[in-house]
């Protein structure tokens, strides 16, 4: 079976950085793209982020651009988010999604996500 | 960007009723797009892929339709693990979008 399995949740200040992990399992990583989405208390959803299978690019929402970097390791069956300059704003469950197939595709399955609230 | 907008943002319905979700995108997508299913403090649930394809696992009551800009998710005899929250996605170019959600609950 498929399995993500999100850690690096935590509370930091306005300005802080976070890095969340994600780690996956069951299938084979380095062929799939990548996804981290993200779920502010009680509203929607919200894409933040893609990898390729390779890590060679990366796609961010404009909300997260030149703040969150993401990013992945293929021989740790590992992904990255590391997140810089937060704000109030990026307060959300982060869930790590795997692309369905190898072509483009929505996302399945995801984690069961990570919460990282930024405040003073 | 591509604005999706979702009709309605919640209804009420009863057990066996079959429920209508409309998913309008802002400009064409072809047939990229997807539902999911989501229930309160759990992560999403893929249901239906390129517009009308049913993920495995997923009971054949789901259905969807559509292509271009306008999309239906149709459950046909809900049941009572159906209550929840669904969402559409369309993947055809970043960034990529989901819909406000529609609150599915019991009447």
């Known amino acids: 079976d498929v399995h993500l399995l999100e850690s690096g949740e935590g509370l930091v200040q306005p300005g802080g950085s976070l890095r969340l992990s994600c780690a996956a399992s069951g299938f084979t990583f380095s062929d799939y793209a990548m996804a981290w989405v993200r779920q502010p208390p009680g509203k929607g959803l919200e894409w933040v982020s893609s990898i390729t299978s390779t890590g060679g690019g990366a796609y961010y929402a404009d909300s997260v651009k030149g703040r969150f970097t993401m990013s992945r390791d293929n021989s740790r069956n590992a992904l990255y988010l590391q997140m810089n300059s937060l704000r109030a704003e990026d307060t959300a469950v982060y869930y790590c999604?795997?692309?369905?197939?190898?072509?483009?595709?929505?996302?399945?399955?995801w984690g069961q996500g990570t919460l990282v609230t930024v405040s003073s | 960007a591509i604005q999706l907008t979702q009709s309605p943002s919640s209804l009420s319905a009863s057990i066996g009723d079959t429920v209508t979700i409309t998913c309008r995108a802002s400009?064409?997508?072809?047939?990229?797009l997807a539902w999911y299913q989501q229930k309160p403090g759990k992560a999403p649930k893929l249901l239906i892929y390129?517009?009308?394809s049913l993920e495995s696992g997923v009971p054949s009551r789901f259905g969807g339709s559509g292509s271009g800009t306008d999309f239906t998710l149709t459950i046909s005899s809900l049941q009572p693990e159906d209550f929840a929250t669904y969402y559409c996605?369309?993947?055809?170019?970043?960034?990529?979008?989901f819909g406000p959600g529609t609150k599915v609950d019991i009447k």
């Open positions: 999604a795997k692309y369905r197939s190898v072509a483009r595709s929505p996302f399945d399955p």
């Open positions: 400009q064409g997508i072809s047939s990229t």
């Open positions: 390129d517009a009308s």
């Open positions: 996605q369309q993947f055809n170019s970043f960034p990529f979008t």
